[in-house]
């Protein structure tokens, strides 16, 4: 989760390691700003609401005691504000600095492919709702995803070192479908379908979805599995449609 000190242009905290984030605030941020709470499209509008504002505070978890709900120009605010952290750390390749050693003062040497994925999902839906600069570094972010596809007769997958992770491809559908909201365009149609039917290949009669791909014995598995990813991948392939 993007934290405060990661907005900053470095980290001020006590010497340690901190994630850099995996897109979630700017997806949230960027959604509220647009005036609604559905993340991925996969939850209610919050028009039912009388006041969307209350809508919000229920889908964070946060009770009236925490204080006073922010504004929609405070979430329009801390939406333009994280996606300027993000095109200030975009590298020349697409990727984003994920972890740094405050101790140090560098870049630690590792990286998230599902949390690229969903810095992608974020910066798409920020570009929806018209923040300015989430569009190109959202497309430099697909533009590194795309340079990281395996492909094996009809589908496509995201694969980074040797892994190929199922919750990584279900994120980039996801962010893809945004970007297609967001601008109209529909090039990547034929790549949608592609990551879609990999996503289908990954779910097991039962409905648990299969964490990764094993791209040596090219086949899904092992038997690994995630209680979140049933959700991720479901989502993905309803866009589909």
Do not use: K
Request: glycine residues 12%; contains cysteine; charged residues 20%.
């Amino acid at each position: 989760m993007l934290t405060l000190a990661a907005v900053q242009a470095r980290p001020t905290a006590t010497p340690s390691v901190h994630a850099a984030g995996d897109g979630a605030r700017a997806e949230v941020a960027a959604r509220r700003a647009g005036g609604t709470e559905r993340i991925l499209n996969c939850l209610p509008s919050p028009d039912q609401a009388d006041d969307w504002g209350v809508a919000s505070a229920a889908a964070s978890g946060l009770g009236a005691a925490r204080g006073p709900l922010p504004t929609s120009g405070d979430l329009r605010a801390a939406a333009t504000d994280t996606v300027d952290w993000f095109v200030r750390n975009q590298e020349p390749d697409g990727t984003w600095l994920y972890l740094y050693d405050a101790h140090a003062d560098r870049a630690a040497d590792d990286y998230n492919v599902v949390r690229h994925a969903g810095g992608v999902i974020g910066l798409y839906q920020a570009a929806g709702a018209g923040i300015p600069g989430a569009l190109d570094s959202a497309d430099r972010g697909l533009g590194w995803a795309r340079r990281h596809l395996i492909e094996r007769d009809d589908w496509a997958a995201l694969s980074y070192r040797g892994r190929t992770a199922t919750g990584a491809t279900a994120l980039l559908v996801a962010g893809l479908v945004e970007r297609r909201d967001a601008t109209g365009d529909d090039p990547y149609d034929d790549l949608l379908a592609r990551l879609g039917r990999f996503l289908a290949g990954q779910v097991e009669p039962s409905g648990a979805v299969l964490a990764n791909y094993d791209n040596r014995s090219r086949a899904p598995g092992p038997a690994v599995y995630s209680a979140s990813l049933p959700g991720e991948a479901s989502c993905a392939l309803a866009r589909l449609h």
